[in-house]
C-alpha cells in the first residue's frame, strides 16, 4: 500500500485497507518516533490479530481497534 496504509484481512473475510498516518502522528513518539519513518513503519508484524511494531511491542494497535479503524 501507499504511505501508511496496511491492507487487513479480518478472520470474517473482510478486507480494508487503514491509513494509520494520524494514528501513527498521534502514538509514535520520543523513543518511537521512528516508526513515523516509512522504512521502519513498513516493518509491523502481526500477533494474535494485533500489529504490532518493535520486538518489544514499542507500538500495538489492538484487532478491535484496527477492525473498527478506532484509535
Known sequence: MRGYEILVLFSND???VIDFSEAIKKFAKGDYSLYSQAKHFKKFSVENGNIIWGK???L????????HASF
Open 60 to 67: 500495538i494497535f489492538p484487532v478491535n481497534n484496527i477492525f
Open 56 to 58: 518489544n511491542w514499542d
Open 14 to 16: 473482510r478486507m480494508k
